[in-house]
């Protein structure tokens, strides 16, 4: 088995349900993965859109999810600090912590959910925590990498 993540709510390469996006109630979807590789002591998440007219927007910023964690609940709430002790940090939208639900101008756009298996805990301020300082962060701690792209486009 490999390293590998996924969503009970979209299929990889399908269409993301309009619940999770700008035109529903812009919660974040449900994730699952399976079998990370021994030394994993936390993972991290990025969500982003490379297909983003101003350049590749990032939806999701969270780390320090612990390692004995295989899923994300449907609606994590948009905080920086979670109960468990994983972080939420910045995405593209001014001063917002947490999942941004896909919200494209034109088109069909693909939104890149990329999951790491780190051998260490991140030691990030949530303010502090946008994809730049956490690739900074992770940069020779990263055992595995698993992916999941969902499509969105609005029907308006």
Known sequence: ???RLESPAFEDG??????YTCDGQDISPPLRWSDPP??????????????APVGTWVH??????????RALAEGVPTVGILPNGARQGRNSWPHRLGYGGPC???GTHRYVFKLYALD?????EPEQADTRALG????????????LIGLYQRTR
């Open 60 to 69: 999701w910023v969270m780390y320090n999810i612990p390692p004995d964690q």
């Open 14 to 19: 399908g269409t993301i349900p309009a619940v």
């Open 1 to 3: 088995m490999s390293f």
């Open 38 to 51: 021994e030394g994993t002591r936390s993972f991290a998440l990025i969500c982003d859109d490379p297909d």
């Open 136 to 147: 900074k962060a992770m940069q020779g701690h990263i055992l595995a990498q698993a992916q």
């Open 104 to 106: 494209p101008p034109s």
């Open 120 to 124: 260490t805990l991140l030691d990030l």
